[in-house]
């Protein structure tokens, strides 16, 4: 395995101290239990955005720290969710009396460890509201599984709840509005090659020369089915119509398109996916109001691409515009 | 009050939590390649970081059984993440509230503690018998250990017998689709390998077998 490595045990923190090292302005980076937060408090009263989840999706969530997005993020060892003594720690940094929300990714571990962080929150009065993301259609059958899996909606409910927190909204509004755009947000993924785990050293799974899989979730897990190798226009459609289907798109609907990179995609392949993208939905009639093309949600090393597609109106895109100023998005400032 | 060797002590489930211990770190890679197979190939990483932080914590001054499993809880619930920290915090949190304050254990209150850890499992990850997770382990281990004390049997043939089922049930997996965590995603794929949280719960009842026998193991 070759890689920008120096040792597992600190790898995570060492990527924390990275972070802060290139913004140091945006983040500061707190080690024990481990959170990376706002370097500047916000002034004034507001409600504090807590997300999280295991490392190895960067820039998701840390790079999402800052004005007009989250407050903390805690992240976890490489595709390990955060223990509960880091959204603790957290939250209670970052409120100020505001209420908290916990963005959360639909995995049985983080469900379980932000649920323990909120019953000890809680039981100090400290109001924690929690919106949990799971916008992958490559699960279909949710009532025998864990549920959809929270993948790249996840970027859009940060932004756009940030932004509502960040004007001060209530506790119920930035909860609300986190809910409807996780609501009206789907995705779907696929690789190329699978991830390596840097722990255990050798990839989470086999695919051969010509198979591809369709339907990867971020941390390697199987989607719906492996396929022979096909063109970039045809895996493009083979992600974006069971999105297309599932948010049920109608003519003259409009969207926020984000075309993600997996970790070791090249952003040309990007690009070569977004044009196809483009055109099919202009083919359904449905308007790309904005679009984001590049690495949000990735998979460590895994060599692949997902699609986001969320139901656009007028709100969302007046909230979306709104100021943003973090490692990983910044316009309006 | 029997004689002192047929109750646990704290000095006993010491050695049980360090037996536990010594068996995830064993089998690290074993559970690392399972979870590899079906789920995201960290279940022996993140189990045997959470273990090594228990050694340093379990001390002379948890004098009682239930001080030496709520230490366990806190640091696996700090230290492991995942699904396994709080699914296991959890087990050893109701068993530390079960075992109270007692100096030591007979024979009923390990039964009621190894019941109320199971339950807690159960409550935490939703998951019933049969869906591919620890429980089918834990649970058949929990009713051999109950059946076996009710026919009269001693605690080491009951411990015995509830290592024995922990380790059929967790066989029992390898032939099951997931219906719960990460490895539900496979749907059919995940027939053929066995869960991997049900071979840490099998370890957890032969740590138990080898270390809270009443004949002086």
Redesign the interface.
């Known amino acids: 395995m070759k890689k920008l490595i120096n040792a597992i045990e600190s790898f995570v923190d060492e990527a924390c101290e990275g972070v802060v090292a290139a913004h140091p302005d945006l983040v500061r980076f707190h080690r024990e239990p481990r959170f990376l937060a706002r370097a500047a408090a916000p002034k004034g009263r507001k409600v504090a955005l807590v997300s999280g989840g295991g490392s190895g999706h960067e820039p998701l969530h840390g790079g999402f720290i800052g004005v007009g997005m989250l407050d903390a993020a805690c992240p976890g060892e490489v595709f390990t969710s955060p223990v509960p003594d880091q959204m603790d720690a957290a939250a209670r940094a970052v409120q100020n009396g505001g209420g908290v929300l916990f963005i959360v990714k639909n995995y049985t571990g983080d469900i379980m460890n932000f649920d323990l962080a909120a019953e000890l929150l809680r039981g100090d009065g400290i109001d924690v509201r929690t919106v949990i993301t799971a916008d992958d259609v490559a699960v279909q059958d949710s009532t025998w599984t864990a549920g959809r899996r929270g993948v790249g909606v996840t970027v859009f409910v940060e932004k756009i709840a940030g932004a509502v927190a960040e004007r001060g909204g209530s506790a119920d509004e930035v909860e609300k509005i986190a809910k409807r755009t996780s609501e009206a947000g789907r995705s779907m993924g696929m690789a190329l090659t699978s991830c390596t785990v840097p722990a255990k050293g050798s990839p989470t799974f086999e695919l051969g020369e010509t198979e591809i899989e369709i339907g990867i979730g971020i941390h390697g897990e199987p989607g719906r089915e492996r396929t022979k190798l096909i063109s970039a226009d045809e895996i493009v459609e083979r992600l974006a119509h069971p999105v297309i289907e599932d948010l049920g798109l109608k003519r003259g609907d409009s969207v926020i398109a984000m075309t993600n990179g997996m970790g070791s995609t090249p952003l040309i392949e990007l690009y070569v996916a977004h044009r196809h993208l483009a055109k099919v939905l202009a083919g359904a009639g449905v308007t790309i109001a904005r679009a984001l093309v590049g690495n949000y949600i990735t998979s460590l090393d895994m060599d692949g691409c997902s699609i986001t597609l969320l139901r656009a109106d007028d709100e969302l895109l007046r909230l979306y515009d709104a100021p943003v100023h973090t490692p990983a998005l910044r316009w309006g400032v | 009050m029997g004689r002192l060797g047929t109750r646990v002590t704290a000095v006993d489930t010491r050695r049980f939590v360090e037996r536990f211990a010594e068996l995830i770190e064993q089998n690290a890679d074993t559970l690392?390649e399972l979870d590899?197979a079906i789920g995201?190939?960290?279940h022996g990483?993140?189990m045997r970081?959470g273990v090594r932080a228990v050694g340093e914590r379990l001390a002379e001054e948890q004098t009682t059984p239930g001080a030496v499993l709520k230490t366990v809880a806190t640091t696996l619930?700090?230290?492991?993440?995942?699904?396994?920290?709080?699914?296991y915090g959890t087990a050893f949190l109701r068993a530390a509230a079960a075992a109270g304050t007692k100096e030591s254990l007979e024979d009923a209150d390990l039964v009621a503690l190894f019941a109320a850890a199971l339950e807690g499992v159960r409550q935490?990850?939703g998951a019933q018998a049969g869906d591919k997770t620890m429980v089918d382990a834990f649970e058949p281990a929990v009713e051999a250990l109950e059946t076996a004390l009710a026919q009269g049997q001693g605690r080491g043939a009951a411990l015995e017998a509830a290592r024995e089922a922990a380790h059929a049930g967790s066989d029992a997996t390898i032939d099951l689709v997931?219906?719960?965590?990460?490895a539900?995603?496979?749907?059919e794929?995940a027939r053929g390998h066995r869960d991997p949280g049900s071979l840490s719960t099998a370890l957890l009842f032969d740590a138990a077998a080898e270390t809270l026998s009443d004949n002086g193991s």
């Open positions: 690392t590899a995201d190939a960290d990483i993140n970081r619930i700090s230290k492991v993440g995942g699904a396994s920290g709080p699914l935490r990850g997931a219906r719960k965590g990460r539900s995603y496979l749907g794929r």
